[in-house]
């Protein structure tokens, strides 16, 4: 399986999608993309015909405003034709620009109203445990999302529930809508913060597929949260790191450009 091969695929897919519908989000998503290949190709168990599979495990992109991310990550995995990116927040679609889950299959959650998917992946999680399933919830929140007081409602409870069947992901890109992250509201320390919440905290690059996986992979007591320190805009070189690709979405020159830096 050729991974690096795959995140391409799905970073030609988002920009697409963007550029042919006038989105923001592009940086918001591209960041995410390593994550999501090795969750839905490595470590998920989960049925691309089968979307509703009892035992599967599930994921939740809290950070519902980089919906093009999970969409393409899913038709590449083959949960829906491909085709169906082309109706990607565009009028008569069925992709709406924040997450939906009755437009497709393999969306478990609608999400976009930033700070309510640890509290709902919490809630499943819990669910799993009282019908003694053995399957796994995944929440990824964006490091800007950690301003709404609710995540840190669910940091808080989760560890008292022993979901050691629930894993958060924070897209530590840096940057969010306003500015820097940092500047915004600083979140350090992030780790000493969470490890007094009393979770199972790992850090690791977020672009690095095999810290990736074995973060996924290690076996925990209590809830486990994974710092993923990533680069907004990743993959294309004009849209590292900028700011403005938070809102901004790839014209035409942009595209092909974007898109030669990818083959």
């Known amino acids: 399986m050729d991974l690096v091969q795959i995140s391409k695929n799905i970073r030609k897919s988002i920009l697409q999608m963007n550029s042919r519908s006038f989105a923001s989000h592009s940086g918001t998503a591209l960041s995410t993309v390593d994550i999501l290949v090795i969750l839905y190709f490595k470590i998920m ?6 979307s509703l599979l009892k035992n599967r495990d599930k994921f939740i992109l ?3 405003h980089g919906s093009s991310a999970l969409y393409a990550t899913l038709a590449e995995k083959g949960f829906f034709d491909k085709k169906l990116l082309d109706g990607f927040y565009i009028d008569g679609g069925l992709l709406p620009g924040h997450l939906d889950k009755e437009a497709v299959p393999g969306v478990e959650v609608s999400s ?21 399933l053995d399957n796994h919830v995944y929440v990824m929140c964006g490091d800007g999302e950690l301003n709404e007081g609710s995540v840190w409602e669910a940091i808080m409870f989760a560890p008292h529930q022993q979901l050691n069947n629930l894993t958060l992901i924070i897209d530590y890109n840096k940057l969010q809508g306003y500015g820097k992250t940092n500047e915004v509201i600083n979140l350090e320390p992030l780790n000493e913060k969470l490890k007094a919440f009393n979770w199972d905290v790992i850090e690791i690059d977020g672009h690095n597929f ?26 294309i070189s004009f849209m590292e790191n900028e700011f403005l690709w938070h809102y901004k979405s790839p014209n035409k020159e942009e595209l092909i450009q974007a898109l030669k830096e990818l083959k």
């Open 45 to 50: 168990n989960i049925d691309e015909k089968n």
């Open 112 to 132: 976009g109203s930033l700070g309510h998917g640890l509290s709902i992946g919490l809630g499943m999680a819990i669910a799993n445990k009282v019908d003694k």
């Open 210 to 235: 095999e810290e990736i996986e074995e973060a996924l992979l290690r076996k925990n007591s209590k809830p486990k949260v994974i710092i993923a320190h990533t680069i907004k805009g990743k993959g």
């Open 62 to 64: 809290s950070k519902g």
